[in-house]
C-alpha cells in the first residue's frame, strides 16, 4: 500500500454550442477551411472591441445550475496577459475573481468508472466538489509540423467553460468517472458537444503528492495534452508513480507543468509553473460588469432532467433494475429512444422493451460501432416486435431472427414475420386436435403429469411445437394440456 496520498483536481475545458463566437459574431464551426471564419475582433487587430455572447452566458449559467452551482449578482471579465502566437493581442479574456459560477459538484456515476473498476469502486455516491465555472474565450489552433507550425484562428474566441475542481478526486478511476459523468451533464443540457476528439473537451490534470498524515498538499504538477479520458486515466497512473519513486530518493517537487506523450506514454517536462500573480489580471476596460439576476431567472426552467434524475424515474416508472436504468440513461439519445419505444405501445412492458434494448440492439449497435441515431430499427418498431411476443404470436427465438432482418432490411417486423411464415397458431379447436392426437399415444407421459411431474408438461408442449412445425403457441398448448390431463 502506498504511503504516499494521491490528491487530483481536474482543469476542463468545454467550448459552448453558440451559433457565433464569444466576442464577435463569427459563426463557430467545426471542420470550416482554415482561416475562413475571422474578424478583427478574433484575430486581436488594434481598436477592435468585443462585445458579449448572450447564449454563451446563458449556457454556462445553466450549467452551474445543472451542478448545483451559485451565481454572483454580479460577475465582471478580466484580461489575463501572456504572449503566444494563438493568442495575438497578448492577453486572453476570461474571469478571475467573480467567475459566473461558485461552488457545486459533479456527481460520480457507477457506470461511469472504467468497466474494470466497476465492481470495486472506493467511494460510491460521491460527487466531486467544484471550486468554479468561468466563461472565457478559446484561443487559436497551432499545427505543429517537423519544421514550422500554422496557426487556424477559425477556433480563436469560441466560447469556452472553464470547469475547475477542487482537490477532491483520489485515484485515476475517480477521475475518468469525473469526466464521463460531468460529459453525460453537458450533453443532456445542450450546452457542449463534449466530443474530445473534435477538441471541443479538453482537459488539464493537476496532480500532487504527499506523505501519509501530512495535511499540507504537495507540490502541484499539472498535466496537459490528455486527448482521451483513457489518456487521463494512464497518465494519472503513470505521473503518481514517477512522483511516488522521486520522493522516494528524497527529491524535492516543484510546482511545474508537464506533457503527457501517449506514444511513449510519458511525462516531460515543459515549464515551472506560473502562479495566478505571473498574468497580471486586471478588469477588461471594453466589458462593463454584467447583473446575472434576469439571466438566472430565465435559466432556471430550462435545467434538464439529469442522468441520475432520469435513472431513478426509469426504476420507479418502468421498472428497470438500477443497472438496466443506468446504462439507458448513460446517453441523452439512448434514453429517448427507449422511452419513444415504450410510449408507442403502453401496453407493451417497459422492463421488457428495456431487456430487448440492452441485451440486442446495444449488442449489435455496439459490434458494428453505431450510434443509436444510427440505428435502422425504429423505437416502434421494436415496440411492435415486443408486443408480437407477448401476443403469442412468435416465440422468443423467432423474435430474434426477425429482429436480425429488421436491423439488416429496416422492414417493420409484421411484414418479416408474415414473410418468413411465423405467424403462431393460437386456433384452440386446432391445437386441441394436436394435443389430443398426443396424449392419445403418450399414456405413459400422461400417468406422469398426474403424479405431479411438471417437466412432463414442457415435454408436451414441446411435442405440440414439433407437430405444428413451431407454429403452435405456446402459452396456449400448456393451457390446453394442464386442462385436459389435470381438469
Known amino acids: ?196 476528439e473534435k477538441g471541443n473537451l479538453r482537459c488539464d490534470v493537476n496532480i500532487s503528492l504527499r506523505p501519509e498524515g501530512q495535511q499540507e498538499l504537495g507540490a502541484k504538477i499539472e498535466l496537459k495534452n490528455l486527448n482521451s479520458m483513457s489518456a487521463v486515466r494512464r497518465a494519472i497512473k503513470y505521473e503518481t508513480e514517477r512522483q511516488t519513486e522521486a520522493l522516494d530518493r528524497g527529491e524535492k517537487l516543484i510546482q511545474s507543468t ?65 443497472y438496466d436504468a443506468g446504462v439507458l440513461a448513460s446517453e441523452k439519445e439512448l434514453a429517448a429512444w427507449y422511452e419513444a419505444a415504450v410510449g408507442a405501445d403502453t401496453k407493451v412492458p417497459a422492463k421488457k422493451i428495456a431487456n430487448w434494448v440492452i441485451n440486442d440492439l446495444l449488442g449489435v449497435l455496439n459490434e458494428r460501432s453505431l450510434s443509436i441515431t444510427e440505428c435502422s430499427v425504429q423505437p416502434a418498431g421494436l415496440s411492435e416486435l415486443v408486443a408480437s411476443i407477448e401476443s403469442g404470436n412468435i416465440s422468443n427465438n423467432q423474435a430474434k431472427e426477425v429482429f436480425a432482418e429488421m436491423f439488416e432490411s429496416g422492414k417493420p417486423a409484421a411484414e418479416i414475420i408474415k414473410a418468413k411464415g411465423f405467424e403462431q397458431v393460437s386456433d384452440t379447436g386446432a391445437l386441441e386436435a394436436i394435443v389430443d392426437q398426443i396424449l392419445a399415444a403418450n399414456p405413459e407421459k400422461v400417468a ?26 405456446p402459452k396456449i398448448v400448456t393451457e390446453i394440456v394442464r386442462k385436459k390431463v389435470l381438469g
Open 1 to 196: 500500500m502506498s504511503k504516499y496520498i494521491v490528491t487530483i483536481g481536474l482543469e476542463v475545458h468545454a467550448q459552448l454550442t453558440t451559433q457565433s463566437k464569444m466576442f464577435c459574431a463569427c459563426p463557430r464551426e467545426f471542420g470550416a477551411e482554415p482561416n475562413t471564419h475571422t474578424c478583427p475582433t478574433c484575430l486581436g487587430l488594434p481598436g477592435a472591441l468585443p462585445v458579449l455572447n448572450e447564449a454563451a452566458i446563458e449556457k454556462t449559467i445553466l450549467t452551474g445550475m445543472m451542478l448545483g452551482c451559485e451565481t454572483p449578482p454580479i460577475v465582471k471579465w478580466d484580461r489575463k496577459n501572456y504572449f503566444y502566437p494563438d493568442m495575438p493581442k497578448n492577453y486572453q479574456i476570461t474571469q478571475f475573481d467573480l467567475p459566473l459560477c461558485i461552488g457545486g459538484g459533479v456527481p460520480l456515476y457507477d457506470l461511469a468508472y472504467p468497466k474494470d473498476a466497476q465492481k470495486s469502486i472506493v467511494n460510491p455516491g460521491k460527487v466531486v466538489k467544484l471550486t468554479r465555472i468561468h466563461l472565457e474565450e478559446d484561443v487559436a489552433k497551432s499545427t505543429h509540423h517537423d519544421k514550422f507550425t500554422t496557426i487556424d484562428f477559425n477556433r480563436a474566441g469560441t466560447p469556452l467553460m472553464e470547469i475547475v475542481s477542487d482537490p477532491d478526486i483520489d485515484s485515476a478511476e475517480e477521475a475518468f468517472a469525473y469526466l464521463t459523468s460531468l460529459r453525460q451533464i453537458l450533453i443532456y443540457g445542450g450546452v457542449s458537444d463534449a466530443d474530445m
Open 258 to 322: 508537464r506533457r503527457w506523450d501517449d506514444d511513449r506514454a510519458e511525462t516531460t517536462l515543459m515549464r515551472t509553473k506560473e502562479d495566478a500573480h505571473d498574468y497580471r489580471y486586471l478588469p477588461d476596460p471594453d466589458l462593463i460588469p454584467l447583473r446575472t439576476e434576469g439571466i438566472v431567472a430565465r435559466m432556471r426552467p430550462q435545467v434538464p432532467e439529469l442522468p441520475h434524475e432520469k435513472r431513478a424515474r426509469f426504476e420507479k416508472d418502468y421498472g428497470c433494475s438500477a
Open 448 to 473: 406422469e403429469v398426474k403424479g405431479g411431474n411438471e417437466k412432463a408438461m414442457n415435454w408436451f408442449t414441446g411435442q405440440a411445437m414439433k407437430a405444428s412445425q413451431g407454429k403452435a403457441n
